[in-house]
T-cell receptor, first 110, second 117 residues
Framework: KQEVTQIPAALSVPEGENLVLNCSFT??????LQWFRQDPGKGLTSLLL?????REQTSGRLNASLDKSSGRSTLYIAASQPGDSATYLC?????????FGQGTRLTINP | NAGVMQNPRHLVRRRGQEARLRCSPM?????VYWYRQLPEEGLKFMVY????????ESGMPKERFSAEFPKEGPSILRIQQVVRGDSAAYFC???????????????FGPGTRLLVL
């Protein structure tokens, strides 16, 4: 069974902190792994995509790593801001579809 | 270049009615995916379509649900005789080529929130 687990389910931190969101997956035959942001009542915004042959990707204050052998990915957010408050979803690309975790609900307190 | 369009954005139906959800992919995209997000859960794959073909419907419930992507017009996800458990957000995504060539992203629409009373 294909599964993606995200820990923690929810996280609340003060503004300015660096934080790490975790994602683990059971399927070793992934093509890529993506991190998305979802705001309440909105669609998904792709943040970072890591190909299966890559180890990490960076975009601004975001850094995502991928370790296929252990089935883990992390999203690192530096110097968090209130605007970072959202649900963060991790998903891997299987043959025809994306398999999503249940998300981490992040709240950054001013 | 407009993104993926979905309509309606919100849909209210009573039990037993039919729900039709529409998805217009990004310009130049010929592959459409439907996902369902139940409350407090992640997105679950439902179906993958190309123009006039269903490629993978392994995530579709066996009854009451159907999807199409005609040669002309939007992709339609149809739910017959809705029940309260169908209440969810339904997201459509599109891509320009068949995966997994390249590390391309599926581009998501804003979703349709279905509420069954």
């Amino acid at each position: 069974k294909q599964e993606v687990t995200q820990i923690p389910a929810a996280l609340s931190v003060p503004e300015g902190e660096n934080l790490v969101l975790n994602c683990s997956f059971t399927d070793s035959a992934i093509y890529n792994l993506q991190w998305f942001r979802q705001d309440p009542g909105k669609g998904l915004t792709s943040l970072l995509l890591i190909q299966s042959s890559q180890r990490e990707q960076t975009s601004g204050r975001l850094n995502a790593s991928l370790d296929k052998s252990s089935g883990r990915s992390t999203l690192y957010i530096a110097a968090s801001q209130p605007g970072d408050s959202a649900t963060y979803l991790c998903a891997y690309q299987g043959a025809q579809k994306l398999v999503f975790g249940q998300g981490t609900r992040l709240t950054i307190n001013p | 270049n407009a993104g993926v369009m979905q309509n309606p954005r919100h849909l209210v139906r009573r039990r037993g009615q039919e729900a039709r959800l529409r998805c217009s992919p990004m310009k130049g995209h010929s592959h459409v995916y439907w996902y369902r997000q139940l409350p407090e859960e992640g997105l679950k794959f439902m179906v993958y379509l190309q123009k006039e073909n269903i490629i993978d419907e392994s995530g579709m419930p066996k009854e009451r649900f159907s999807a199409e992507f005609p040669k002309e017009g939007p992709s339609i996800l149809r739910i017959q005789q809705v029940v309260r458990g169908d209440s969810a957000a339904y997201f459509c995504a599109s891509s320009p080529r068949s995966p997994p060539r390249d590390a391309q992203t599926q581009y998501f629409g804003p979703g349709t929130r279905l509420l069954v009373l």
